[in-house]
């Protein structure tokens, strides 16, 4: 392999991971921003994986229906809600394990899309727009690359716009108070299990809106196969991230790029021992939690009402 | 307390159910002659544009005949649950023959097989040894890689840069023998073609075989072919980019009216009708089913806009050979694609060598690596 090849090489595997980057992050990015604001509010919603599917279940089936993909999104996200206010509801009973509720809840929600979904896998609904941000190249791989699908624009948007309400508004006051101190919110007069509901049912609006995307836009069909887990792995995610929405949009194009690394390695001709490729983005959450965290540390950030019995 | 317990696992059991059970059974019966209740067993969905949907037609072909009763189930795993679900058909349903279409259901299969001495297991794609395996357990698979073949000529005359992409799921000989039907039928018309192959990992990854088409055609390649149990993704992941697909398991035409070249597909219902009436008539089916296009097990999908007259003439002369039993895909002088001799000079491996079976090679032209 001479240099002008090896060049070209690697550019087809950054624009590679760029647009895998860019393509595949939205889901993980819609589901932990999610999350984030579910556990801030002191409650962990294990389920979202269900929620991811149900809606992609339903943007595809709305969608299909309305001839519209954004009410798709809309109904994704609508779907997701339910599913989320599900939860907060089963947990709002005395001594109910919200990992619990959220295991049934994820097992709950895969089935009843796999159940709604039999009649959706032939159709082909109507897809989300991108847009062509890719306009001043002549590269036919980055301009690909550069077809920006608006959920993603949406995402982007959102994170700062997350963390500036969690740090800088009076409800993100009062959420993250029923995440950090339960008796003090209830001295303040808040109804802490009215805060969980809704933060909970804000959550699953986000990972159903991240569905939405699958089914809608990438990779743009309903099949039962769609998710690989991205909605169990967004929830790690939250972790890695430190419950903070903008490390969130960085982790989650960092997993959307590794995610895409097998395949374009071995379109680049790099075949030798593909199999470890796949394991690359479960190596670096393993490498980022040895790394981020210690005994001395322990895990900052974390909610402090956040524990395994509530 | 007692109600929180049981709302919870009302909702745990009402979700594994949905995704278990889908259990469906179709019968159409005559009067007189015994009714003949037979079990299917899908790996993933079987509308799916794919495998499963290929099976499931066969299935509804034999659904029709008189005295024959079906039963079937969806997204089994190819783990415990396949005998699970294999028992509960013998069980509860009273079915007496099996079969078993996926690959991975293999050990599975044999298991279950000694313990159920009077039903009859047909397994899609095993290597049936009869020294081994027991007398109950029967074999039956497709010379698709001759469709795959084809396809090859197909991509290999509509191709401009000669360049050509392979989506598969995992390195199995099955899938390594489509790789490589596809990458010399594609030479046969353009010795300087090359196939590149990307292997996600699993039969059904719809955000990988999506990353690994756009992967493909951004490194310039222009006809994409796969081995995966759903082609729909990949198939439209191409006709939206522009660039030509030849597919695989199912006719896929619909969903790429411009870039759809012609398929290699399974017709498991001529199969499935042969088996079923072998043991109506009593008589005990071959241990080792195999057939190809000579044997109407395998078709090619309708010819789409992009073949030209003089590719079509070329397949349409090679598929007269294959019907007739002359034509040998696999023969010597063959080289794989690290240079080392895989089939001296002078020898053939005709399709129904089961050598064949248990390739563990990509052929030269093929820029990929079976990932040892």
């Known amino acids: ?310 | 307390m007692i109600k929180k317990i049981v709302l919870l696992a009302a909702a745990l059991t009402a979700g594994l159910g949905l995704i278990g059970c889908s259990h469906q059974s179709q019968q159409k019966a005559s009067p007189g002659g015994k009714v003949l209740k037979i079990g299917f067993l899908y790996v993933g969905p079987k509308d799916d544009f794919g495998y499963n949907q290929s099976h499931a037609e066969g299935a509804a072909e034999i659904a029709q005949l008189p005295n024959v009763k079906i039963v079937e189930q969806e997204n089994v795993p190819e783990t415990v649950d396949v005998e699970k679900a294999m028992e509960g058909m013998i069980v509860q349903d009273g079915v007496s023959v099996i079969f078993a279409t996926s690959f991975g259901y293999w050990d599975h299969v044999l298991k279950v097989a000694l313990k159920y001495p009077n039903v009859k297991f047909f397994h899609c794609g095993g290597l049936y040894q009869a020294d081994k395996d027991p007398p109950n357990v029967y074999s039956y698979f497709g010379y698709i890689e001759e469709g795959q073949y084809l396809n090859g000529i197909a991509a290999g005359y509509a191709s401009k840069t000669g360049k050509l992409g392979f989506i598969a799921a995992k390195p199995i000989p099955q899938v390594l023998e489509n790789i490589n039907a596809f990458t010399l039928g594609a030479r046969s018309v353009n010795p300087k073609a090359t196939t590149t192959v990307v292997f996600t990992g699993g039969w059904s990854m719809p955000t990988q075989e999506a990353n690994a088409a756009n992967s493909l055609i951004d490194k310039g390649i222009d006809v994409i072919t796969m081995h995966v149990d759903s082609p729909k993704v990949i198939v439209q992941t191409c006709e939206q980019r522009g660039v030509f697909v030849a597919g695989y398991h199912a006719d896929q035409s619909s969903l790429a009216p411009k870039e759809y070249l012609t398929g290699a597909i399974w017709n498991w219902g001529a199969v499935y009708k042969t088996i079923v009436a072998d043991i109506q008539a009593g008589k005990d089916p071959s241990h080792f089913i195999r057939g190809g296009m000579k044997d109407g097990f395998v078709k090619m999908a309708p010819f789409g806009p992009g073949v030209s007259a003089t590719a079509k003439t070329k397949i349409e002369s090679v598929l007269g050979k294959m019907m007739k039993g002359e034509f040998v895909i696999f023969k010597g002088p063959l080289k794989d694609n690290t240079g080392k001799v895989v089939i001296p000079a002078g020898t053939s491996e005709v399709q129904t060598d089961p050598v064949l079976e248990k390739m563990n090679y990509l052929v030269q032209g093929v820029i990929g690596s079976t990932g040892m």
């Not at chain 1, 709002?92 to 895969?110: C, D, E, K, N, P």
């Not at chain 1, 949406?154 to 963390?163: R, S």
């Not at chain 1, 990438?218 to 039962?224: C, F, L, S």
């Open chain 1, 1 to 310: 392999m001479n240099l002008s090849t090896s060049n070209s090489a690697v550019g087809a595997i950054f624009i590679a991971l760029l647009g895998g980057a860019i393509k595949t992050s939205t889901p993980y990015l819609f589901v932990s921003l999610g999350e984030t604001l579910t556990e801030k509010a002191g409650r962990v919603n294990l389920g979202l994986e269900g929620t991811l599917m149900m809606g992609a279940v339903t943007g595809f089936g709305a969608s299909l229906f309305s001839g519209n993909p954004f009410v798709g999104v809309l109904a994704a996200g609508g779907a997701g809600l339910l599913m989320g206010a599900l939860h907060a509801w089963l947990c709002s009973f005395r001594r109910v394990s919200s990992i619990a509720v959220g295991i049934a809840l994820m097992i709950f929600g895969t089935g009843l899309a796999f159940y709604l979904g039999k009649p959706l896998i032939q159709p082909q609904a109507p897809h989300l727009p991108a847009i062509d941000l890719g306009f001043w190249t002549t590269n036919p791989a980055l301009k690909e690359a550069l077809q920006i699908n608006v959920l993603f624009i949406a995402g982007v948007v959102l994170a700062p716009l997350l963390a500036w309400f969690l740090a800088s508004t009076r409800w993100g006051l009062i959420l993250r108070l029923c995440g950090e101190n339960v008796e003090a919110a209830r001295a303040k007069g808040i109804q802490p299990e009215r805060v969980r509901l809704l933060a909970t049912a804000a959550g699953g609006f986000l990972a159903g809106i991240g569905g939405s995307f699958l089914s809608l836009y990438y990779p743009g069909t309903w099949t039962e196969g769609l998710s690989t887990g991205q909605g169990l792995l967004a929830v790690a995610l939250v972790i890695f991230s430190r419950w903070n929405p903008l490390l969130c949009l960085v982790t989650s194009l960092l997993f959307g790029a590794l995610g895409s690394l097998g395949a374009a390695l071995q379109a680049a001709g790099l075949s030798q021992g593909f199999y470890l490729f796949g394991t690359v983005p479960a190596l670096m959450a393993l490498g980022l939690m040895i790394l981020t965290s210690g005994k001395k540390r322990g895990v900052s950030g974390r909610p402090a009402e956040l524990s395994v019995h509530t």
